[in-house]
Nanobody, 119 residues
Framework: QVQLQESGGGLVQAGGSLRLSCAAS????????MGWFRQAPGKEREFVAS????????DYADSVKGRFIISRDNAKNTVFLQMTSLKPEDTAVYYC????????????WGQGTQVTVSS
C-alpha cells in the first residue's frame, strides 16, 4: 500500500521559513517523479514544484520561484520543500504527490499539511 505522509506545516509570520517533508512508503521511490501542490480555501489545487526521480531536474510555479526549493533524499524515500520568504498568499494545504516515470499525471497523493502565513 502506497503512503505519502507530509509533515512540517505550521503557522509562521510573513518573511519566515518552513521546511516540509514527505515520507513515501510502499513504492519503489526512485521510479517516481515527485511533486508538491497546494490548495488555498476557495481555490483549486495548484502546482508548486516538482523533481525528477534522480533529482536532476526541478520545476517551479512562477509564484514560488526563487523562494522555494524542492529536493529529495532517495536513500530515505523522502522529498522536501524548503520555503523561504513566505507570504500570506502562500497559506494553503500543501500536498505531496508521486508520478510513475512513464505516466503523465500524479496518481498517489498525501493527505496534506497546513501552512498558514500571518501578515
Amino acid at each position: 500500500q502506497v503512503q505519502l505522509q507530509e509533515s512540517g506545516g505550521g503557522l509562521v509570520q510573513a518573511g519566515g521559513s518552513l521546511r516540509l517533508s514527505c515520507a513515501a512508503s510502499g513504492l519503489s521511490f526512485t521510479n517516481y517523479n515527485m511533486g508538491w501542490f497546494r490548495q488555498a480555501p476557495g481555490k483549486e489545487r495548484e502546482f508548486v514544484a516538482s523533481i525528477t526521480y534522480s533529482g536532476g531536474k526541478t520545476d517551479y510555479a512562477d509564484s514560488v520561484k526563487g523562494r522555494f526549493i524542492i529536493s529529495r533524499d532517495n536513500a530515505k524515500n523522502t522529498v522536501f520543500l524548503q520555503m523561504t520568504s513566505l507570504k500570506p498568499e502562500d497559506t494553503a494545504v500543501y500536498y505531496c504527490a508521486a508520478r510513475f516515470l512513464t505516466i503523465a499525471s500524479y496518481h498517489y497523493w498525501g493527505q496534506g499539511t497546513q501552512v498558514t502565513v500571518s501578515s
